[in-house]
């Protein structure tokens, strides 16, 4: 049974305004960030992401759901 969202992932087109967003809007924090590499491409089936910068990002409240954007060229 699902009792709570644990995180979830969004692709965007422009990471670092996204990011911005967020953060000025929400509040939210970046937690990590980096680029897709084959371990998880493969497992999304989304080879289009290799390579792609990413963040992980989360409330300021300390709340363990998080929300991963990935850039994703249109």
């Given amino acids: 049974m699902l009792r709570r969202i644990a995180s979830f992932t969004l ?12 953060r000025s809007v929400l509040g939210y924090v970046v937690r990590q960030r980096g680029l897709i590499d084959m371990t998880p491409a493969a497992h999304w089936r ?18 363990p759901a998080a929300l ?3 850039e994703q060229p249109p």
């Fill in 46 to 63: 989304a080879t289009r992401t290799l390579g792609q910068p990413w963040a992980l990002l989360s409330a300021p409240t300390g709340d």
């Fill in 11 to 22: 692709a965007v087109e422009n990471l670092e305004r996204s990011v911005a967003a967020y």
């Fill in 68 to 70: 991963r954007l990935i």
